[in-house]
């Protein structure tokens, strides 16, 4: 655990017992952006816009929109 500046005020080292699971960061990328539709994630744009829909979901605009 860690304070807003970075200090570390915690470490608890993982005793084996798989109560501690951990996932590698490139992993758990992997596995969260695989479970996406394809298209979700669009690599170098910037969301400029995000509301909630009629249906209390999050949207943003479509991608093909235009600001």
């Not at 200090?7 to 080292?13: F, G, I, V, W």
């Not at 996406?36 to 909630?52: F, M, N």
């Not at 209390?56 to 929109?65: E, G, I, K, V, Y």
Request: net charge positive; no cysteine; charged share 30%.
């Amino acid at each position: 655990m860690l304070d807003r500046d970075g200090t570390l005020l915690l470490d608890l080292p993982d005793d084996g017992t798989a109560r501690r699971p951990e996932v590698l960061r490139g992993d758990l990328r992997r596995i969260l952006l695989d479970s996406l539709p394809g298209g979700t994630v669009r690599w170098g744009h910037k969301v400029t816009a995000v509301r909630p829909s009629a249906t209390d979901a999050t949207r943003w605009p479509s991608p093909t929109a235009r600001p």
